[in-house]
């Protein structure tokens, strides 16, 4: 008889935790109906009153995070994902790298680390051969000011902010001189919409291939994307650049007059003012013809070589920049690995980067009006960030 009870006790038990595997929504939000669980997890449950117990806290009010729902499979349903591969189709919810891993990312299937993140950009650094040197780039940040004054529209440095280049070395070099091909390609309003000759859109696949095909630098970003499994041919790495960077979308009155390039390295005007802007090589073009009036400066990097970090304010014929940040004497491969690392792996968030052992955060920014692909965010913004005072 004690056999038999403990027996019957032992089913009652088994049969109550299956019982309870199937009356939970965990890693089940948003999949149809399936009649081999005892309720459903998908909107559809809410007319039917089948639904779980736990849909509206996890399905519902979770529906943005990735509390219960780590390496979920993908589901079109679902606002945001949590799985390996959202972070190479940018749609990753926004705590995921806080709950789906230890240390900011998670290593291996397309989820990194901050960790390895600094490391890496430890690497592209160090790569950066490229880069100005001190006889090469000379500036005179002049007037710092306080982030409380950044909105003034003073003119506190009458001299300019570059006071010397060295164009003919560097813009001689093939990755300055793909920059300078496309920079000058983009109507500066919002509204106008930006038609690309044959010509136009060659420079921009030629700069996408000249700083990341043709660079050391380049190549270790694909390698490290590679066996991060985000990217599994540089064909494919190539082509996503070449989309997200420079696929338009519409910023005013349904023209199709951005993209994430033209807002961080060319800069543009919307709302009546400088939107984006964080290349210092358009800042020293611009200043040098007569277009740009730098003001003052509300930051400074700890940096004493190049690259250096900077927040400016300017005006550019007419249009006020309060915080134009930028990464100063960098090559162009530099900046634009930098922020295709930022976005690749850290899509909307803050991106803690290291460059000789400071730290250096890039703030990044979706644009989620409009999509290429298969549902892949273009880049929205990128700059970096103000350091807190």
Known sequence: MKVIAVLALWATLFYQGYSNSLDTCQGRCGYGTDNSFSCQCNPSCER???????????????????????????????????????????????????????DGGGGG????????????????????????????????????????????????????????????TLFSRPTYAALLAVLDNYHRMTGQTEDFSPQQLAEQEAFVKETMSNTELG???????????????????????????????????????????????????????????HNW???????????????????????????????????????????????IGCSPEFDFALYSLCYITRPGKQCRLSLGGKELIIQTYTWDNSFYGDGKKFIG????ATPRS
Request: hydrophobic letters at 30%.
């Open 48 to 102: 039917y009153s089948d639904c779980c117990n736990d849909y509206v806290e996890i399905c519902k009010a979770g529906a943005t995070s990735c509390k219960g729902r780590c390496g979920e499979k993908y589901n079109s349903q679902n606002e945001c994902h949590c799985n390996s591969k959202c972070a190479q189709y940018n749609n990753c919810c926004s705590d995921f790298a806080d709950l789906c891993d230890s």
């Open 109 to 168: 299937g397309g989820v990194i680390t901050d960790a390895e993140i600094k490391s890496l950009s430890e690497t592209l650094y160090a790569l950066d051969s490229n880069k100005a040197s001190a006889s090469q780039l000379v500036i005179d940040p002049q007037a710092l000011v306080p982030n409380s004054q950044t909105s003034s529209q003073s003119d506190l440095s009458p001299g300019l902010l570059f006071r010397y280049l060295d164009e003919e």
């Open 219 to 277: 190549r270790e970003l694909f390698a490290f994307l590679y066996t991060k499994g985000i990217y599994g041919t540089e064909e494919e790495f190539i082509h996503d650049l070449k989309m997200m960077w420079f696929g338009l979308y519409s910023r005013n009155n349904k023209k199709m007059d951005s993209s994430g390039f033209e807002h961080i390295f060319a800069g543009e005007i919307k709302g009546g003012k400088v939107s984006g802007f």
């Open 281 to 327: 090589i358009q800042f020293y073009l611009l200043e040098k013809r007569g277009q740009l009036n730098y003001y003052s400066h509300s930051f400074n990097g700890p940096w004493t070589t190049y690259p250096d970090v900077m927040g400016m304010q300017f005006m550019w014929e007419g249009y006020f920049k309060q915080v134009g940040s930028a990464v």
């Open 381 to 384: 913004s990128a700059f970096p």
